[in-house]
């Protein structure tokens, strides 16, 4: 089953960083019953957390292996079953990410509703698509301004994340999701309404950083609307 590709004493091979993950995105409510994920690309193997498991009790030898180029498993544990995310894992990584995270966040639900409710003040009209829109806030410093270009967003700037419809399969997210990368190609995000967010960097500590980020406005939006600030 190729445990040479998951076991090591290195804390920073993928396998061991996905288990971190999974226990800190646990104290933050990303991860609650068995939902969320993450999976980590290095060096053209693809490292996935499995579905429907405690992901704050996940050890290395869970892990799934994916060959990234020849879109294969090389390692799949037999008594587990594959991330559902998987194939949004990897429109991620075609765009270039090193790590790709997905959170079940009570606080990306619900920014999503609030956008829902409030269409006609946070939708792209010229991209079709509903957004979670914020500005003049600190924490915008943390999310990259997009794809090859330099530096984060500045303090004044608007940051923008595409909100798509969620399925009834997570796979079926797929296409919607590739979508709203194209309309949106300096997205590091894309909110699933009622559902959660993707989130991904180009490394771990870049995604980590920037889910991080966007989960801190995702939560102050809903503080602030409840005051009529946002």
């Known amino acids: 089953m190729a445990d040479e590709l998951v076991e090591s004493a290195d804390p920073k091979h ?18 609650t019953g068995t939902g969320g994920g993450a999976s980590i ?16 009790l996940m050890q290395p030898t869970d892990m799934f292996v994916l060959d990234y180029h020849r879109r294969e498993y090389i390692r799949k544990p037999p008594a587990l079953k594959p991330s559902a995310c998987t194939p949004l894992f990897l429109a991620a990584f075609d765009r270039g990410a090193g ?40 924490q915008i410093k943390g ?6 270009k330099p530096g984060n967003l500045g303090y004044h700037d608007t940051l923008r994340i595409p909100i798509i419809e969620n399925t009834a399969r997570e796979e079926d ?46 939560q102050l939006a809903v503080e602030m609307r409840k005051l009529k600030l946002w």
């Open 99 to 138: 790590c790709c995270i997905h959170s079940h966040s009570q606080w990306a639900v619900l920014v999503t509703l609030l956008v829902d409710r409030d269409y006609a003040l946070y939708s792209d009209e010229k991209k079709g698509y509903p957004c979670f829109e914020i500005s003049n806030i600190e």
């Open 143 to 148: 999310i990259p301004r997009g794809k090859d």
């Open 173 to 218: 997210l797929t296409e919607s999701l590739e979508a709203a990368m194209e309309a949106y190609p300096d997205t590091y995000a894309v909110l699933v309404r009622r559902h959660g967010v993707y989130v991904w960097g180009d490394n771990v500590h870049k995604a980590k950083t920037q889910a991080e980020s966007l989960d801190y406005l995702f």
């Open 14 to 31: 993928p396998a061991n960083v996905i288990c971190e993950l999974g226990r800190k995105f646990y104290t933050l409510g990303w991860v």
């Open 41 to 56: 690309r290095q060096d053209g193997l693809i490292f996935i957390a499995p579905s429907g498991v405690q992901k704050e």
